[in-house]
């Protein structure tokens, strides 16, 4: 039973990535990649928003925005790792590219920013997040 | 012997017809003191099940036929004396 | 003492059931029960005695499990026999939720294990006799 | 007055003892992704935890035999041991995940690697299991999970559309982009997350080391009909918070810094202490019981002195259970396995692995033997049976449910 439940464990573990062989899945896992980094942008925009109101501890905004920037890291490497099957597959990387790097490198600053206790430039660097937020969700909804 | 030895047993009788399997061992309370217990717990019967058998487990042979052998009496609720309750089942050889 | 002549089916009324000592204390488990022919008539089966601890357990729980539980018990001398731990019938005082005992659990076989890590692990810790508030 | 004051402690105990890891990260996961679509769950796994609870209570009060010893006597030796492998697995997994838990919430508070906290985490949790009498450490750590009460004050603040929200709890549907398999698989971690049976285990056993007789039949009832109702609130405020604050920002939540967000955005720095103060207790809590209960099992299978009630040396063998299991946890926790996916994997295997526990509890509970005129009613009996069914099915419905949604994706 409880060998069952370990090989159970490895495989649910193991099963979420594997070779993309279509369009359709490729699609798919290009829909959860700019879902997932939505989610720490949004993440990201929250913190900033509770940090200049001071609302939150120093080490509290920090740790949240060294979780989202990783996060956000995190999805992009996994997404970059998965070959793209053709032509078309190749587009829409390039797309999905000019969203994460921009999402991946203003949450590293953030994260260097929360760091420092650096308030002040952190809503500055913030600023594009909100429409890079809605670029990615709506990336999401477009190819899901 | 122990009791698990008789538990899941298959019960065959004396022409080696299937009986069942024993899924529990009655006991009455009849025997010579022991300790500090009181009368010591006699073995009275076996309960055999007539459900799945498994053909490779030990065997008990029984005296009597499978024909004569009827349902296990209830226990009562009272504890009654020993001659009021016949062997359920059958006795082991 | 009970009511003699009661009737009870050991694997529904007696069997896995908790064992308790004269203190209250926790002994062990009825893992299996010991029948022996009576003297002057060998078709007669008595219940003399409890047999409890992995000794016991291993030869009903069969298969490899069993054997591996068996093997664990032998090493950790649960008995120096080859025989599972006994506890004479003639010590139980009472049988219902649980199997209620005469004597203290110290003066059972069952106990050795129970020994061994109290010796072994626990008497070693800091505080380990302190009584709970 | 002192049976009153006795009554009430237990009530709040409960309310705050009620909240775990599992709720923190299933409640906030689903109120994220599916509003408050699935509150439904939480009040169907309430009900069932109340039912369970309250028997196992019962039957350890009437008859002094904790959830283990009916386990045993129940199922017999086999049967027994395999629900004993596959229930004490679960329970360390639990175990792994509350300490993972206790130490995300000092990393929230410190910004200091939570695994640099594990081992000490560990330390304190084996001195309190060691030292603390049972009544203060159960208490204590309830008590402070009450702070989390400021998640439940979060909802008012933070001004929601109360007509939008009760509409999507009474009218439940699968939003947009999330499938049904995902939908029932977040019911089931849901449903595992309110009834875990690492609670009964431990809510049994408490029973026993508390001395439980059927004068003390009431604490019973108050604590689970009143004390898990009002805990499981707690735990619907969690996810009304991330269905108000995290769902319209499209977040969904994997850390515990998230969770905390609406809380810093509803009442500021103070606001955020609680929380993090109400985390650390209820999973340090947590940890406790289910180390405790990993001790419990495996004791009560084979019929070892167990409980704090008496001296470490009198129960060597429960101790040694109850070391090595948190020795494993910790050790499991520092494979840098992710604590919240650890919680998700335990919570959906708890769901699964309900009927195991919950036969035996209800059989005995309806043994005239053990239980003379405190045996289950034909109402109780009847609503039981009910849930009995239902947890079956959620048991067969688990695991390719896990499969087919990859964990709930």
Same mark, same amino acid.
């Given at each position: 039973?409880?060998?069952?439940? !370990?090989?159970?464990?490895?495989?649910?573990?193991?099963?979420?990535?594997?070779?993309?062989?279509?369009?359709?899945?490729?699609?798919?896992?290009?829909?959860?990649?700019?879902?997932?980094?939505?989610?720490?942008?949004?993440?990201?925009?929250?913190?900033?928003?509770?940090? !200049?109101?001071?609302?939150?501890?120093?080490?509290?905004?920090?740790?949240?925005?060294?979780?989202?920037?990783?996060?956000?890291?995190?999805?992009?490497?996994?997404?970059?790792?998965?070959?793209?099957?053709?032509?078309?597959? *190749?587009?829409?990387?390039?797309?999905? *590219? *000019?969203?994460?790097?921009?999402?991946?490198? !203003?949450?590293?600053?953030?994260?260097?920013?929360?760091?420092?206790?650096?308030?002040?430039?952190?809503?500055?660097?913030?600023?594009?997040?909100?429409?890079?937020?809605?670029?990615?969700?709506?990336? *999401?909804?477009?190819?899901? | 012997?122990?009791?698990?030895?008789?538990?899941?047993?298959?019960?065959?009788?004396?022409?080696?017809?299937?009986?069942?399997?024993?899924?529990?061992?009655?006991?009455?309370?009849?025997?010579?003191?022991?300790?500090?217990?009181? &009368?010591?717990?006699?073995?009275?019967?076996?309960?055999?099940?007539?459900?799945?058998?498994?053909?490779?487990?030990?065997?008990?042979?029984?005296?009597?036929?499978?024909?004569?052998?009827?349902?296990?009496?209830?226990?009562?609720?009272?504890? &009654?004396?020993?001659? &009021?309750?016949?062997?359920?089942?059958?006795?082991?050889? | 003492?009970?009511?003699?002549?009661?009737?009870?089916?050991?694997?529904?009324?007696?069997?896995?059931?908790?064992?308790?000592?004269?203190?209250?204390?926790?002994?062990?488990?009825?893992?299996?029960?010991?029948?022996?022919?009576?003297?002057?008539?060998?078709?007669?089966?008595?219940?003399?005695?409890?047999?409890?601890?992995?000794?016991?357990?291993?030869?009903?729980?069969?298969?490899?499990?069993?054997?591996?539980?068996?093997?664990?018990?032998?090493?950790?001398?649960?008995?120096?026999?080859?025989?599972?731990?006994?506890?004479?019938?003639?010590?139980?005082?009472?049988?219902?939720?649980?199997?209620?005992?005469?004597?203290?659990?110290?003066?059972?076989?069952?106990?050795?294990?129970?020994?061994?890590?109290?010796?072994?692990?626990?008497?070693?810790?800091?505080?380990?006799?302190?009584?709970?508030? | 007055?002192?049976?009153?004051?006795?009554? +009430?402690?237990?009530?709040?105990?409960?309310?705050?003892?009620?909240?775990?890891?599992?709720?923190?990260?299933?409640?906030?996961?689903?109120?994220?992704?599916?509003?408050?679509?699935?509150?439904?769950?939480?009040?169907?796994?309430?009900?069932?935890?109340?039912?369970?609870?309250?028997?196992?209570?019962?039957?350890?009060?009437?008859?002094?035999?904790?959830?283990?010893?009916?386990?045993?006597?129940?199922?017999?030796?086999?049967?027994?041991?395999?629900?004993?492998?596959?229930?004490?697995?679960?329970?360390?997994?639990?175990?792994?995940?509350?300490?993972?838990?206790?130490?995300?919430?000092?990393?929230?508070?410190?910004?200091?690697?939570?695994?640099?906290?594990?081992?000490?985490? +560990?330390?304190?949790?084996?001195?309190?299991?060691?030292?603390?009498?049972?009544?203060?450490?159960?208490?204590?750590?309830?008590?402070?999970?009450?702070?989390?009460?400021?998640?439940?004050?979060?909802?008012?603040?933070?001004?929601?559309?109360?007509?939008?929200?009760?509409?999507?709890?009474?009218?439940?549907?699968?939003?947009?982009?999330?499938?049904?398999?995902?939908?029932?698989?977040?019911?089931?971690?849901?449903?595992?997350?309110?009834?875990?049976?690492?609670?009964?285990?431990?809510?049994?056993?408490?029973?026993?080391?508390?001395?439980?007789?059927?004068?003390?039949?009431?604490?019973?009832?108050?604590?689970?009909?009143?004390?898990?109702?009002?805990? +499981?609130?707690?735990?619907?405020?969690?996810?009304?918070?991330?269905?108000?604050?995290?769902?319209?920002?499209?977040?969904?939540?994997?850390?515990?810094?998230?969770?905390?967000?609406?809380?810093?955005?509803?009442?500021?720095?103070?606001?955020?202490?609680?929380?993090?103060?109400?985390?650390?207790?209820?999973?340090?809590?947590?940890?406790?019981?289910?180390?405790?209960?990993?001790?419990?099992?495996?004791?009560?299978?084979?019929?070892?002195?167990?409980?704090?009630?008496?001296?470490?040396?009198?129960?060597?063998?429960?101790?040694?259970?109850?070391?090595?299991?948190?020795?494993?946890?910790?050790?499991?926790?520092?494979?840098?396995?992710?604590?919240?996916?650890?919680?998700?994997?335990?919570?959906?295997?708890?769901?699964?692995?309900?009927?195991?526990?919950?036969?035996?509890?209800?059989?005995?509970?309806?043994?005239?033997?053990?239980?003379?005129?405190?045996?289950?009613?034909?109402?109780?009996?009847?609503?039981?049976?009910?849930?009995?069914?239902?947890?079956?099915?959620?048991?067969?419905?688990?695991?390719?449910?896990?499969?087919?949604?990859?964990?709930?994706?």
């Amino acid at each position: 039973m409880r060998r069952a439940m !370990t090989l159970l464990l490895l495989l649910a573990v193991s099963g979420c990535t594997g070779p993309v062989r279509s369009f359709g899945v490729y699609e798919s896992k290009a829909a959860n990649t700019a879902r997932k980094t939505a989610s720490a942008v949004a993440t990201a925009e929250l913190a900033v928003q509770v940090a !200049t109101r001071d609302r939150t501890f120093g080490r509290t905004a920090a740790q949240t925005l060294a979780e989202a920037a990783r996060d956000a890291g995190d999805t992009q490497g996994i997404f970059d790792a998965i070959q793209p099957p053709d032509r078309r597959s *190749d587009q829409l990387r390039s797309q999905l *590219d *000019d969203l994460l790097q921009p999402a991946v490198s !203003t949450l590293e600053d953030l994260r260097t920013a929360a760091r420092r206790g650096d308030v002040e430039s952190m809503a500055r660097i913030a600023a594009p997040l909100e429409k890079l937020a809605g670029e990615l969700q709506d990336f *999401d909804e477009a190819h899901r | 012997m122990r009791l698990s030895e008789l538990l899941g047993c298959v019960v065959v009788d004396e022409r080696g017809r299937l009986v069942g399997r024993v899924h529990d061992v009655r006991l009455v309370q009849d025997g010579p003191p022991i300790g500090q217990f009181g &009368a010591s717990l006699r073995l009275l019967g076996l309960l055999v099940g007539r459900h799945a058998v498994d053909p490779e487990h030990r065997r008990i042979q029984i005296a009597g036929s499978v024909d004569d052998l009827g349902p296990p009496e209830p226990i009562p609720r009272q504890p &009654a004396s020993p001659g &009021a309750v016949s062997g359920p089942a059958a006795r082991r050889r | 003492m009970q009511a003699a002549g009661r009737v009870l089916d050991a694997g529904l009324k007696l069997l896995d059931r908790q064992l308790i000592d004269s203190q209250g204390m926790l002994a062990g488990k009825v893992d299996d029960l010991e029948l022996t022919p009576s003297q002057d008539d060998p078709q007669r089966l008595y219940v003399t005695a409890i047999l409890a601890g992995p000794g016991a357990l291993a030869g009903r729980l069969g298969g490899r499990l069993g054997h591996l539980l068996e093997r664990t018990a032998n090493r950790l001398r649960d008995s120096p026999q080859d025989r599972p731990a006994r506890v004479p019938f003639g010590v139980v005082k009472q049988l219902n939720s649980a199997v209620d005992l005469w004597v203290a659990k110290e003066e059972l076989e069952t106990d050795r294990l129970e020994q061994w890590a109290r010796q072994t692990i626990i008497a070693k810790l800091p505080g380990a006799g302190d009584a709970p508030q | 007055m002192k049976n009153l004051v006795q009554v +009430a402690l237990g009530v709040l105990t409960a309310i705050g003892g009620f909240v775990d890891i599992g709720d923190l990260v299933a409640s906030t996961a689903t109120g994220a992704r599916f509003g408050l679509a699935l509150a439904w769950v939480l009040a169907v796994g309430t009900i069932g935890i109340i039912i369970f609870a309250e028997m196992a209570g019962r039957v350890a009060a009437i008859s002094g035999r904790p959830v283990f010893d009916l386990v045993r006597e129940r199922l017999g030796a086999g049967m027994g041991l395999a629900n004993l492998l596959a229930s004490f697995f679960i329970t360390l997994l639990t175990l792994a995940a509350e300490i993972g838990g206790v130490a995300l919430a000092i990393e929230l508070a410190t910004s200091v690697n939570y695994l640099l906290w594990v081992p000490l985490v +560990a330390i304190v949790i084996w001195v309190v299991v060691w030292r603390l009498p049972f009544e203060t450490m159960d208490n204590t750590f309830g008590l402070v999970g009450l702070a989390l009460v400021v998640f439940l004050l979060a909802i008012w603040r933070l001004h929601p559309d109360w007509h939008g929200l009760a509409h999507s709890a009474l009218h439940p549907t699968v939003p947009q982009g999330e499938g049904h398999p995902t939908y029932w698989y977040f019911a089931i971690a849901l449903l595992g997350s309110a009834m875990s049976p690492y609670e009964v285990f431990f809510f049994s056993s408490g029973a026993v080391e508390q001395r439980w007789t059927r004068q003390d039949l009431i604490i019973n009832r108050t604590n689970v009909l009143i004390g898990f109702p009002l805990g +499981a609130l707690l735990a619907l405020a969690l996810m009304f918070t991330a269905a108000i604050v995290l769902q319209p920002q499209g977040v969904d939540p994997t850390h515990l810094s998230q969770t905390v967000l609406p809380v810093s955005l509803a009442f500021g720095k103070l606001g955020l202490a609680l929380a993090i103060i109400g985390i650390f207790a209820c999973t340090f809590g947590a940890a406790l019981e289910t180390c405790l209960s990993c001790g419990y099992t495996v004791a009560q299978y084979f019929g070892w002195q167990w409980g704090k009630f008496v001296k470490p040396t009198q129960a060597p063998r429960f101790h040694v259970v109850v070391l090595l299991s948190l020795l494993a946890g910790t050790l499991l926790v520092l494979t840098t396995i992710d604590p919240i996916q650890l919680t998700e994997y335990s919570i959906v295997l708890a769901a699964a692995a309900l009927p195991l526990t919950y036969l035996p509890v209800l059989l005995v509970a309806n043994d005239r033997d053990y239980m003379g005129d405190k045996a289950n009613s034909g109402v109780s009996n009847l609503l039981a049976s009910l849930y009995l069914v239902l947890l079956l099915v959620v048991s067969v419905a688990t695991i390719p449910l896990l499969i087919v949604t990859k964990a709930g994706g």
